[in-house]
């Protein structure tokens, strides 16, 4: 009897340097799920609003405190077949090895990261990057739900709040004297 070609083929675990070339490949971004590439889809509304947000951290925080990024590879999951790439990244300046920015990937736990809903985004999907990353040690992540205008904030003390269309975040101790107007988010 011939075994099944599943049982007599060894999964292919892939690496942090082959989630770089795919994605310089193909043009497209992808995450390193459990060692596979998983093909992260995000459209042009979802960029845009991480944009405003990158622009606004860096506006507060860059040079004296710390920076913005979009679409960084973060591996701080302690699985090395691991890595998550958040619409936005902020990490301050002592994270940043040698208090200097990085040019490749991340593989500490940010300081903040920021997932942008997308049309292609289900509850279990956004359930389950909320869990890894307060589980990483993230100590804040931001749910932006472009649709309903909102931003819920999650503490990895595991307190939350929901921030509606002219809220303004503030006063967030993780983030000191930064705020955001949410029609600076969503200004459309």
Not at 50 to 69: D, K, S
Not at 73 to 92: A, E, H, M, N, Q
Not at 149 to 160: F, H, K, P, S
Request: hydrophobic share 40%.
């Amino acid at each position: 009897m011939i075994e099944p070609m599943s049982t007599l083929t060894p999964s292919l675990q892939l690496t942090t340097e082959d989630v770089d070339r795919a994605s310089e490949r193909d043009g497209k971004l992808y995450e390193l799920i459990e060692g596979e590439l998983k093909e992260k889809q995000v459209g042009f509304w979802a960029l845009f609003i991480a944009a405003r947000i990158i622009e606004r951290l860096n506006a507060h925080f860059y040079p004296t405190v710390g920076a913005a990024a979009g679409e960084v590879l973060i591996y701080c999951f302690s699985r090395p077949t691991y890595g998550r790439k958040p619409d936005v990244v902020y990490l301050k300046n002592d994270q940043f090895p040698g208090n200097r920015i990085p040019d490749g990937d991340i593989r500490i736990a940010p300081h903040l990261v920021v997932e942008v809903l997308s049309p292609g985004n289900s509850g279990f999907e956004v359930d389950d990057k909320l869990e890894e990353y307060l589980g990483a040690g993230i100590p804040l992540v931001w749910i932006v739900n472009p649709e309903r205008r909102t931003i819920r904030v999650y503490r990895n003390d595991g307190t939350t709040h929901l921030f509606r269309d002219k809220e303004i975040i503030e006063n967030e101790p993780l983030l000191p004297g930064f705020r955001l107007v949410m029609t600076e988010v969503f200004p459309i």
